[in-house]
């Protein structure tokens, strides 16, 4: 059974940090390329950051980069964001997402955790 357990979300104040955690079991995780996306209120889903299954080449949105930093970890079947210098646009449910590196159409999603940034 496949699954895609994400934690570390919570409360912190502006300009704190977080680190989320993406734990992946049954599939071969090293195949697959791990993204974290966001949805805010009321707001759209998007990507956040994305790191490659082989060489960890590592993508960015704009809006995070500098402040956050994903990474995996392939013998722990886990994916991480730091997350950093939080902003109160930041606040949003934290998806993880992983996609085959060869055959799209073969992707799983997370169901969540919740980042609350507030003073």
């Known amino acids: 059974q496949v699954q895609l357990v994400e934690s570390g979300g919570g409360l912190v104040q502006p300009g704190g940090s977080l680190t989320l955690s993406c734990a992946a079991s049954?599939?071969?995780?090293?195949?697959?390329?791990m993204s974290w996306y966001r949805q805010g209120s009321g707001k759209e889903r998007e990507l956040v950051a994305s790191i490659s299954s082989g060489t960890y080449n590592t993508h960015y949105s704009n809006s995070v980069k500098g402040r956050f930093t994903i990474s995996r970890d392939n013998a722990k079947n886990t994916a991480y964001l730091q997350m950093t210098s939080l902003k109160p646009e930041d606040p949003a449910i934290y998806f993880c997402k992983a996609v085959h590196t060869y055959t799209a159409s073969r992707e799983y999603w997370g169901q969540g955790t919740q980042v609350i940034v507030s003073s």
């Open positions: 049954g599939f071969t995780f090293g195949d697959y390329i």
